[in-house]
C-alpha cells in the first residue's frame, strides 16, 4: 500500500478520536475548583462531575423559605464531545437541567404548580442569589444567579447543562447583554466557533431545550427538589412540596400570591410538555404545544463518516 495511502487512512482515525471535547479544559478546572470530582473517560467519551449539592454561598433566611441546602450528591455522566439532539430533547418537566459552577442545581423556569418561579404574579420567593433550598434541602437556582454572575461579567461561565454543553451569562466578549429573542430555540448559540446556552433576565433565563444529547442524573440523599429526576404530578391544593412561600418576584417584590398559584388545572402538566415555551404550563397546556422529543445524532459521528467515505474513495482508487 502507498505511503500517502496509509497516511490518509491514519489521518481519518487520528480524527476520530480528537474531536474537541465540549468544555475547555478552563471550564472544567473551575468546576475542581469549586470542589467537583470530575472524571473524564475518553474510551467512552463521557465526562462525569459529582458534588454534594450544596452551594459555596450561604442561603439567605427570612424571606419565607428557612430550610437549609443539604447535602444530596448530584452525580452525572455527560458527553465529552458535543453532540446534536434531532429532534431537540425535553426540559420542560421538574427537576435538574443543569449544575452551576457553585455545587448548586439549574431548574428550569417553573414552580410546582406550572408558574413562573421569577417573575410575576406567582413568582417564589428567591434570596439575594435568586436561588433557594427545597424542603428536602436541594439548593437550586431558576434563573441567573447573582451570587455567581458578579466582577468581571463579560463571557462569564456559570456551570454546565445535563447535555454538556456550558451555561453563560447575558453578557458577551464586547459588553452586548443577550435576551430570550436573540437566542435560539433552546436559549443558546454558536459563540466563536462552539455551542453554548445563555442565561438571560427574561422567560425562560435558562434553557428552553437540550441542544445535545441529555442524561438524566445519577443521585443519592434527600433527592432533587422539585421532583429531584423523577417528575411527579403536583398537588391540586396546599402548598407545592417544591419550593417555599412565593410572592412577587422574590425577596424584594412584596405582596401576597392568589389562590390560583396553589392550583394546576393540568394535573400531569409536567409530564405533557416538552420545550419550555410557555409561562403557565399548569393552567395554559393547550399553548405549550412543542411535545416532540426523538434520537439522536452526533456531529462527531457526522464527521467521522465523512471522513472514512473519503479514506475509502482514495483507497478505492488510488491505493492499488
Known amino acids: 500500500m502507498k505511503l500517502s495511502c496509509i497516511l490518509v487512512l491514519a489521518g481519518a482515525f487520528i ?7 465540549i468544555l475547555t479544559d478552563e471550564e472544567i478546572q473551575m468546576m475542581r475548583n469549586n470542589n467537583y470530582t470530575i472524571t473524564v473517560d475518553v474510551d467512552s467519551s463521557t465526562i462525569t462531575y459529582e458534588h454534594t449539592g450544596v452551594p459555596d454561598h450561604t442561603s439567605d433566611k427570612g424571606w419565607g423559605n428557612n430550610n437549609d441546602a443539604e447535602i444530596v450528591n ?15 430533547g425535553c ?9 452551576a459552577v457553585s455545587g448548586a442545581a439549574f431548574y428550569n423556569p417553573y414552580t410546582g404548580f406550572g408558574w413562573d418561579a421569577v417573575h410575576g404574579e406567582c413568582a417564589e420567593e428567591l434570596d439575594s442569589c435568586r436561588g433557594h433550598p427545597s424542603p428536602n434541602g436541594a439548593y437550586h437556582y431558576h434563573g441567573v ?16 447543562a445535563l447535555d454538556g454543553y456550558p451555561i453563560y451569562g447575558p453578557m458577551d466578549s464586547t459588553g452586548k447583554n443577550w435576551t430570550s429573542a436573540e437566542l435560539d430555540k433552546c436559549h443558546g448559540h454558536t459563540y466563536n466557533g462552539r455551542y453554548m446556552y445563555r442565561a438571560t433576565y427574561d422567560f425562560p433565563y435558562l434553557i428552553s431545550c437540550f441542544h445535545g444529547n441529555s442524561v438524566k442524573a445519577q443521585q443519592s440523599g434527600p433527592g432533587g427538589g422539585n421532583g429531584g429526576n423523577e417528575t411527579r404530578p403536583p398537588p391540586m391544593d396546599g402548598r407545592p412540596p417544591g419550593d417555599g412561600p412565593p410572592n412577587n418576584d422574590g425577596p424584594n417584590g412584596g405582596g401576597e400570591m392568589t389562590g390560583k398559584c396553589f392550583t394546576a388545572n393540568y394535573r400531569n402538566w409536567d409530564s405533557e410538555i416538552c420545550y419550555v415555551v410557555c409561562k403557565n404550563p399548569g393552567n395554559d397546556l393547550e399553548n405549550c404545544s412543542e411535545n416532540d422529543i426523538g434520537g439522536s445524532t452526533s456531529v462527531f459521528d457526522a464527521l467521522s463518516v465523512i471522513y472514512i467515505l473519503v479514506a475509502a474513495f482514495v483507497v478505492t482508487h488510488f491505493c492499488h
Open 91 to 99: 426540559a420542560g418537566g421538574l427537576g435538574v437541567v443543569g449544575l
Open 145 to 160: 444567579p447573582e451570587c455567581l454572575y458578579t466582577g468581571d461579567l463579560a463571557d462569564k461561565f456559570l456551570g454546565v
Open 15 to 21: 480524527f476520530q478520536a480528537s474531536a474537541e471535547q
Open 74 to 88: 448530584h452525580r452525572y455522566t455527560l458527553p465529552l464531545k458535543p453532540t446534536v439532539s434531532s429532534p431537540k
